[in-house]
């Protein structure tokens, strides 16, 4: 029977992933299904943690995190816990032999959220590696099963794809982080004169970052490729909605990919068609108005 606890643990980060993000969700189901289940597993206790800091505003976040950071160290030592959502981590991180301190890391970053407002460049480069590059790590430890080379010659690339998403993402919610927690990630930016110019110079280094992050996913092994283009298909043309959209918009306007955009996108991925083919030769001939992108 503790197959079935395995099984069910499994089911409820599943169902973490699955409520939370349509776009990972997507990505997951076109991995090789062997690999499923431990992506699920890293989703699951990350959202957690994320939902601590970001949502919890009327409990004591402080004690939350820190009781479920020793709760996951204690499952990761133990080998199970009687949280399904730490059981399928701990199991990811114990088979995978994924170092303890991506995960220290990790909770790193999620202890900034709480005192942190605002960042200078040193902190900045700090909470994007804790936040998003070792999430991504953690995956290559998975998709690459244990070939030591290959995690080296990749890794670069994805902690760049980790990066550039969570850019991607402080630009989209950059109203919600500014007026719900006051928070401003970007550093140097004052929030009431963020304008074009500083916009401009974010969207270079994030450009940057998925124009290396693109150079691993291409030497993923197949049962991975498929789901990590997809993540980075969906979340460029986020980023392609975003620099049509003025500073003056990003600020108030929360910018998404429509459903059936990101349908479409599943498609395009499966039949190895390429986005450009998809969409068209001129993206900005076919962009949708901001206003009814968000």
């Known amino acids: ?135 991504g790590l953690m995956c290559l430890y998975i998709f690459t099963e244990g070939d030591k080379d290959m995690y080296a010659r990749l890794e670069p690339s994805a902690r760049a794809l980790g990066a550039a998403f969570q850019k991607v993402n402080f630009l989209r919610d950059m109203g919600s982080d500014f007026d719900e927690r006051g928070r401003v990630y970007f550093p140097g930016i004052d929030f009431a004169r963020f304008g074009d110019a500083a916009k401009q110079q974010i969207e270079q280094e994030i450009a940057h970052d998925f124009a290396l992050a693109l150079e691993g996913i291409r030497q993923l092994p197949v049962g991975a490729r498929g789901g990590v283009m997809l993540a980075y298909k969906y979340y460029m043309r986020l980023f392609a909605r975003i620099r049509h959209t003025p500073a003056s918009v990003i600020s108030t306007v929360r910018i998404r990919v429509p459903d059936m955009e990101k349908l479409l996108l599943l498609c395009v991925t499966l039949t190895g068609e390429s986005v450009k083919k998809a969409f068209g030769p001129s993206e900005s001939h076919h962009m949708p108005d901001y206003h009814q992108a968000a």
């Not at 395995?6 to 169902?15: D, G, I, P």
């Not at 990811?92 to 605002?118: C, G, K, Q, W």
């Not at 804790?130 to 999430?135: L, N, Q, R």
């Open 1 to 135: 029977m503790f197959n079935l606890f395995v099984k069910t643990s499994a089911a409820c980060s599943k169902l973490v992933t699955q409520a939370y993000s349509t776009s990972f969700s997507l990505g997951i189901r076109t991995l090789h299904p062997r690999l499923r289940d431990a992506i699920y597993g890293i989703y699951g206790m990350v959202r957690y943690a994320d939902e601590i800091v970001d949502t919890f505003h009327d409990f004591d976040k402080k004690a939350l995190l820190a009781k479920f950071k020793a709760d996951t160290y204690e499952a990761i030592r133990d080998g199970i816990s009687l949280n399904p959502i730490l059981q399928s981590y701990q199991l990811v991180v114990n088979r995978y032999h994924i170092p303890l301190d991506l995960t220290e890391a990790f909770f790193r970053s999620m202890e900034m959220d709480l005192y942190e407002t605002a960042y200078g460049r040193e902190g900045y480069e700090e909470y994007i590696y804790g936040s998003a590059e070792v999430v």
